[in-house]
T-cell receptor, first 115, second 111 residues
Framework: DAGVTQSPTHLIKTRGQHVTLRCSPI?????VSWYQQVLGQGPQFIFQ???????GRGNFPDRFSARQFPNYSSELNVNALLLGDSALYLC??????????????FGPGTRLTVL | QKEVEQDPGPLSVPEGAIVSLNCTYS??????FMWYRQYSRKGPELLMY????GNKEDGRFTAQVDKSSKYISLFIRDSQPSDSATYLC???????????FGKGTSLLVTP
């Protein structure tokens, strides 16, 4: 079975631009989460989506938005890019069988560089 | 103070050594504990998943959780050069959806 896939692998943007990152979860997984990992740090939670609804949001500005599609894939959008947005953006999926915290399986990430 | 503390290392050990990696946390609501392995410029790979206190073993890996001390550990027996990576601890509260990560510990196993 294919794992979590993300596209693109790498991306270079300039300050002020907009970016869209894409994620396809493991087949059968209904929940998708997004994390930002700055070099030398652990991943920081941005969003979780379940059944196309935002379930939770981390401490990130409104420039960050996301959505989930009927096939459970997801997009992360970042507007007005800042140098500090340079990071590895990770997508994670979980089966979300309900009732307890399910484990999350991560994709390879999209490395975003903002110049 | 961050909710999850992890010594970033680096930790260097000879091949065959037993490795001990640790995290402490401050949020008593955390009940689910995970260890991920991350190779350079790759996504985290799940190694161990435990609920509440106790031990869990999987091959050369053993995870321990001591909720009374708010302390979790990962032991790697017979370490191999292929174990060289960054090890991230992560945890969440019951019913929670966000994983709270430590900074990661960089491990180097030398032949």
């Amino acid at each position: 079975d294919a794992g979590v896939t993300q596209s693109p692998t790498h991306l270079i943007k300039t300050r002020g631009q907009h970016v869209t990152l894409r994620c396809s979860p493991i087949s059968g997984h209904k929940s998708v989460s997004w994390y930002q990992q700055v070099l030398g740090q652990g991943p920081q939670f941005i969003f979780q989506y379940y059944e196309k609804e935002e379930r939770g949001r981390g401490n990130f500005p409104d420039r960050f938005s996301a959505r989930q599609f009927p096939n459970y894939s997801s997009e992360l959008n970042v507007n007005a890019l800042l140098l500090g947005d340079s990071a590895l953006y990770l997508c994670a999926s979980s089966p979300d069988r309900g009732g307890y915290t399910d484990t999350q399986y991560f994709g390879p990430g999209t490395r975003l560089t903002v110049l | 103070q961050k909710e999850v503390e992890q010594d970033p290392g680096p930790l260097s050990v000879p091949e065959g050594a037993i490795v001990s990696l640790n995290c402490t946390y401050s949020n008593s609501a955390f009940q689910y504990f995970m260890w991920y392995r991350q190779y350079s410029r790759k996504g985290p790979e799940l190694l161990m998943y435990t609920y509440s206190s106790g031990n869990k073993e999987d091959g050369r890996f053993t995870a321990q959780v001591d909720k009374s001390s708010k302390y979790i550990s990962l032991f790697i027996r017979d370490s191999q050069p292929s174990d060289s990576a960054t090890y991230l601890c992560a945890m969440s509260a019951a019913g929670g959806y966000a994983l709270n990560f430590g900074k990661g510990t960089s491990l180097l196993v030398t032949p």
